[in-house]
């Protein structure tokens, strides 16, 4: 991967973008579609150079203790976590693979990475104003 990348909107190195990003995981999960643009747009990486920021972050992201989901509407879950192993490294190269072989970049609607406090956040229940019911 290119060593002395920047970011050329904010300066800073791939090293740094590595520490940088999780601190959005206190507020909201980080998405696939989001790595992978920041890697091709803010440092210009494509190819191997791509998977490979692409790869260093799922794996840095997993062990601050984010996992993959994806958002549902079953009316009480924004997230459901999904399944693709677990080892740290199975998990980044499944996850890889998938969008590898989908032919297309990653789109908002598929795998994010979220810690627990956000995932297993429920939706708000509406009452009834009548019966104090949920409704």
Not at 8 to 31: C, M, Q, S, W
Not at 41 to 53: P, Q
Not at 71 to 76: L, Q
């Amino acid at each position: 991967m290119k060593k002395n990348a920047r970011d050329r909107y904010f300066g800073h190195t791939i090293e740094e973008d590595l520490v940088l990003l999780p601190e959005e995981l206190e507020r909201d999960a980080i998405g696939l579609w989001h790595l992978v643009a920041a890697g091709r747009d803010n440092f210009e990486l494509s190819g191997s150079d791509l998977v490979e920021y692409v790869r260093r972050h799922i794996l840095n992201l997993l062990e601050k203790g984010a996992k993959p989901v994806f958002g549902v509407r079953d009316g009480v879950h924004y997230w459901r976590v999904v399944d693709y192993g677990n080892n740290p490294d199975k998990i980044a190269g499944a996850i890889i693979n998938e969008w590898l072989t989908s032919g297309v970049d990653p789109k908002p609607g598929d795998v994010w990475f979220a810690l627990p406090h956000v995932y297993e956040a429920t939706m708000p229940q509406s009452t009834d104003a009548e019966t104090g019911r949920r409704k």
